[in-house]
């Protein structure tokens, strides 16, 4: 099989604020795997876990050292493709966005989505939450009612936590946290608060919701 990428730019709809920086837009990589006439697509994006990160270039990197590793092997040979780019050190971005490029090969190969070939129930499918980063409460507030009516969303996960807590005290970083807690249950409607969860996740400075 032969494999291409491009790379494009998200904007995000609003800057996202969490413990670690505030993230606007990022520069993801289109994979694209190619057999037998068909090309699947898959995607990969720069990210980070604590000091562990892999940007937009070294995914490119990781393709480009990939890219002769895939020739041999057929979109078919899932577990030979993975074995053989684990065993090169491909990095997992990389080896995600070829991951799914071959199930968009394989679905289009057989004309059934994924859910569908991996034998799965839609209605058994978690929602995709929508993150809402760390503001002051009354932004926050406002970013609830903003993807609330763009997405109709069923999931949202809070970001607790001040940005500013190494100049504060935790127990002031607490009350920050529990005043967007407020906001934002402040900001659904009935309706919404019957058809929406919402989850927290706490960040820098913060100890817990209670």
């Given at each position: 099989?032969?494999?291409?990428?491009?790379?494009?730019?998200?904007?995000?709809?609003?800057?996202?604020?969490?413990?670690?920086?505030?993230?606007?837009?990022?520069?993801?990589?289109?994979?694209?795997?190619?057999?037998?006439?068909?090309?699947?697509?898959?995607?990969?994006?720069?990210?980070?876990?604590?000091?562990?990160?892999?940007?937009?270039?070294?995914?490119?990197?990781?393709?480009?050292?990939?890219?002769?590793?895939?020739?041999?092997?057929?979109?078919?040979?899932?577990?030979?493709?993975?074995?053989?780019?684990?065993?090169?050190?491909?990095?997992?971005?990389?080896?995600?966005?070829?991951?799914?490029?071959?199930?968009?090969?394989?679905?289009?190969?057989?004309g059934l989505s994924v859910w569908q070939l991996l034998g799965l129930s839609r209605e058994a499918?978690?929602?995709?939450?929508?993150?809402?980063?760390?503001?002051?409460?009354?932004?926050?507030?406002?970013?609830?009612?903003?993807?609330?009516?763009?997405?109709?969303?069923?999931?949202?996960?809070?970001?607790?936590?001040?940005?500013?807590?190494?100049?504060?005290?935790?127990?002031?970083?607490?009350?920050?946290?529990?005043?967007?807690?407020?906001?934002?249950?402040?900001?659904?409607?009935?309706?919404?608060?019957?058809?929406?969860?919402?989850?927290?996740?706490?960040?820098?400075?913060?100890?817990?919701?209670?």
């Amino acid at each position: 099989m032969q494999l291409a990428w491009a790379t494009f730019t998200v904007n995000k709809r609003f800057p996202l604020t969490i413990s670690r920086g505030t993230t606007a837009q990022t520069v993801n990589v289109w994979a694209r795997v190619e057999a037998d006439g068909i090309e699947g697509w898959g995607e990969a994006s720069p990210f980070g876990v604590g000091d562990f990160r892999q940007s937009t270039e070294q995914i490119l990197e990781h393709l480009v050292q990939a890219r002769p590793l895939l020739e041999p092997f057929h979109p078919l040979e899932r577990e030979r493709v993975e074995q053989a780019l684990r065993a090169a050190g491909v990095g997992s971005a990389a080896r995600a966005a070829i991951d799914l490029a071959l199930w968009d090969w394989l679905g289009k190969r057989t004309g059934l989505s994924v859910w569908q070939l991996l034998g799965l129930s839609r209605e058994a499918i978690a929602p995709t939450s929508v993150t809402i980063g760390i503001n002051p409460p009354d932004i926050a507030q406002q970013r609830t009612r903003d993807w609330l009516e763009l997405t109709h969303a069923r999931a949202l996960k809070i970001k607790l936590g001040n940005p500013a807590a190494s100049r504060q005290t935790k127990r002031c970083s607490r009350q920050f946290g529990r005043s967007r807690l407020t906001a934002l249950r402040c900001a659904w409607t009935p309706t919404a608060a019957g058809t929406c969860k919402m989850r927290s996740r706490c960040a820098a400075g913060w100890q817990h919701a209670a």
